[in-house]
């Protein structure tokens, strides 16, 4: 079947600019992760989202940063007034349920902050 | 001081060899324990998963997990050059802490 995607899969954006990424978890997958992948600093985890539950957003750095989950699937991540150091990948991960299952991650999205 | 600590490499091993590596962690509520491989430009995909300490084989792969020490390891058997990619190793605490914690990743390259 089919697995988590993400799109775009590379943004090139200007310092001050908003962007958008965007995350299809795999059908049936209750539970949606956001990741950043810095270089040299492995995955800091932003936010997670769980059914109808209030999303984790105990990782997100600061209030530019939101994101949100329509209908309990695709979920959107949102920067807003970017910055040179939000240049990262961001890594989309989904699994079947909370409690410990496998969660399953997308290609990421590459983001460059001229 | 980060919660896990992982050796970015990079290490080069030549085919065949026996590839080890390893994480410490310092928050003892760690119970599940995960590593990852992820190729470049890519997503990470799950290698092995363990819960406490002890040992855990798969084919080539075997993951150690003790906890009285914060330490955990992967051995990739009879290694070959489709294993050069980054390890991640991943943990979490106890059910109703759904985030994972990552080491930084190591690079490993089989030479053939």
């Known amino acids: 079947g089919a697995g988590v995607s993400q799109s775009p899969s590379n943004k090139v954006t200007e310092k001050g600019k908003d962007v958008e990424l965007r995350c299809d978890p795999i059908s049936g997958h209750t539970a949606l992760y956001w990741y950043r992948q810095s270089l040299g600093q492995g995955l800091e985890f932003l936010i997670y989202f769980q059914g109808n539950s209030a999303p984790d957003k105990s990782g997100l750095p600061s209030d530019r940063f939101s994101a949100e989950r329509t209908g309990g699937s695709v979920s959107t991540l949102t920067i807003q007034r970017t910055q040179q150091e939000d240049s990262a990948v961001y890594l989309c991960?989904?699994?079947?349920?909370?409690?410990?299952?496998?969660?399953?991650f997308g290609p990421g999205t590459r983001l460059l902050v001229l | 001081q980060k919660e896990v600590e992982q050796d970015p490499g990079p290490l080069s091993v030549p085919e065949g060899a026996i590839v080890s590596l390893n994480c410490t962690y310092s928050?003892?509520?760690?119970?599940?324990f995960m590593w990852y491989r992820q190729y470049s430009r890519k997503g990470p995909e799950l290698l092995m998963y363990t819960y406490s300490s002890g040992n855990k084989e798969d084919g080539r792969f075997t993951a150690q997990v003790d906890k009285s020490s914060k330490y955990i390891s992967l051995f990739i058997r009879d290694s070959q050059p489709s294993d050069s990619a980054t390890y991640l190793c991943a943990m979490r605490s106890n059910f109703g802490n759904e985030k994972l914690t990552f080491g930084t990743g190591t690079r490993l390259t089989i030479i053939p």
């Open positions: 928050n003892s509520a760690f119970q599940y």
């Open positions: 991960a989904s699994s079947f349920a909370a409690g410990g299952e496998t969660q399953y």
